[in-house]
């Protein structure tokens, strides 16, 4: 019996998790928030992980989750926006260190897709493509039922493939990402622009306004935000042709908040996939889902890490 | 010792090769003239595989390169430009019927990639980029030393891929495909559009200039001609960072006509790669080349696709 600890480096919370390889359910769970008045996040991490640890003091391996960007061959996580004391930052190798464990690191995204294929929407298909749409967007990929991770571990950084060369600015400071377009902060930074050059909108005028308050109004009838989000489906529907050439999965899941609006978006998506589809034959069988897994992905994700590295 | 025919379904030459497993060069090579008066293409080919079979009767496969769109599962030819009468043509199944050997296809630069990474440039690499430059564009990806095949066997069409929603039209009737402006036929357009707007060239006008006429006139100072293959550079790097953000390989393989014009776009390309990749790290010992391997890379990859398939 495999035991492995899962910890999820979240926005609002650390959370670890113990697992056994015969059981679906952990057998315990422990949260913290991940920020704190003092600093020493390491030193809140590893009391987090005693706390769970097992009594027999017997753990195979501790799987972790963090934002990127990431280098999951080296254990280190490059930056992660919530904590900023992280930076280039050995996180495997401490742990290693104080837990005398293997432990293995990777993104969020990655190892959302991960979990969705090993225990969620993604089950039994050996090419999956998971995409999230949140604040920003998130890629990860699982090829021939491995996961894509690429030769710096860089791999499947998907919202930040360029869809319109002069397009609008991304997050990251590039232009014409599929970010810049399909998520919570492109849709709101199409509705400013069209706010600031005078376009009618129930919105507010002169304050942000958010992704959820856009979705709010477009329910209610607004067109600016029907629109807004129909165009950030049209660009999805672009992007996802893209990654159908590039992957050909067999199932398409999106996570992350924006999903929730996708009555808004979803028909724009499907119309613009079909358009830009290069061969009908990417479509056939071609699963469109939504995530099946909720809060714990990340400690899945985690674990299920931990578990594919212990096989290899 | 491992017996393989392999044959590459070329657009002026069907050729056929028979390799063992022991030797680098093939016992032998006979090549016919793909198109002829006569139909029966099939025919052609069973007799040239006949004129090369060992005569001791020991095959242990046959691999096939063909231009696409193919089923690399069902063994089946969907389209291919230069044999008409095949369409939707299960090649695979009626050799196998034939000559009683296992037999695989697979599409030219999915080929092209494998024989690069097993006997080429990419040597010795876990994750290869192969991208081809010619009339069009076409990749092929290995990722941990596997062939990406993709769901349907359509995977790493990254000639397809949209850089620029609302750009030119591409040769597959879409827009702003890397294709429609890395590859002859985007140099060609850009140039011919360029000319009806009465802009100043030592090119002909009023007939069409090929790439080679565009890339001489280039090298002979032509303002028009450099600004064409500068373009189709500038467009090559934001596509190449597609691609190493969706891989993340540790080399990126350039094959295709266009390649031998490298001057004209080389520089334009590796600034654009630079400007567009979203972190310093993706470019960290990534080696950029052009292809190894010359004529053969077709029944190369034809032989590694057969022996990768009898491994399985």
Redesign the interface.
């Known amino acids: 019996m495999t035991t492995i600890i899962a910890i999820d480096i979240g926005g609002t919370q650390l959370r670890a998790a113990v697992y056994t390889h015969d059981q679906a359910e952990p057998l315990v769970v422990k949260k913290i928030k991940t920020q704190a008045e003092e600093p020493n996040a390491f030193g809140r991490l590893v009391r987090l992980i005693e706390d769970v640890f097992p009594k027999d003091g017997k753990v195979d391996a501790v799987g972790l989750s963090s934002p990127g960007?990431i280098?999951p061959y080296a254990g280190v996580i490059?930056t992660t926006p919530n904590i900023k004391e992280w930076r280039d930052f050995p996180i495997t190798e401490k742990l290693m260190a104080h837990f005398n464990v293997p432990c293995f690191l990777d993104n969020d995204a990655n190892l959302a897709c991960l979990a969705e294929w090993k225990f969620g929407a993604g089950r039994g298909h050996?090419?999956v493509l998971y995409f999230t749409i949140s604040t920003g967007g998130g890629g990860g990929?699982i090829?021939?039922d491995?996961l894509?991770?690429?030769?710096?571990?860089?791999?499947?950084?998907?919202g930040?493939?360029?869809?319109?060369?002069?397009?609008p600015l991304c997050g990251?400071g590039?232009r014409?990402h599929l970010e810049s377009f399909s998520s919570g902060t492109g849709i709101e930074r199409y509705v400013a622009e069209q706010l600031a050059a005078g376009r009618a909108s129930s919105l507010e005028r002169g304050k942000k306004n958010s992704a959820r308050e856009i979705s709010s109004a477009a329910t209610e009838g607004d067109a600016l935000s029907i629109e807004a989000y129909q165009i950030a489906g049209k660009?999805l529907g672009?992007g996802i042709?893209?990654?159908?050439?590039?992957?050909?999965?067999?199932i398409v899941i999106f996570g992350g908040g924006v999903t929730q609006s996708r009555a808004l978006w979803l028909d724009t998506f499907h119309a613009s996939l079909k358009e830009?589809v290069?061969?009908p034959?990417?479509l056939?069988g071609l699963v469109i889902t939504t995530v099946a897994l909720g809060d714990d992905s990340g400690l899945l994700g985690s674990r299920a890490l931990a578990e594919m590295k212990l096989q290899k």
Do not use: W
């Not at 042709?241 to 067999?250: I, K, Q, T, Y």
């Open positions: 960007p280098d490059m050996h090419n990929v090829i021939n491995q894509l991770q690429g030769h710096h571990g860089l791999a499947a950084e998907l930040h493939t360029t869809l319109q060369a002069d397009g990251c590039q014409g660009y672009i042709a893209n990654f159908l050439h590039a992957f050909d999965p067999s830009r290069i061969h034959k990417y056939e």
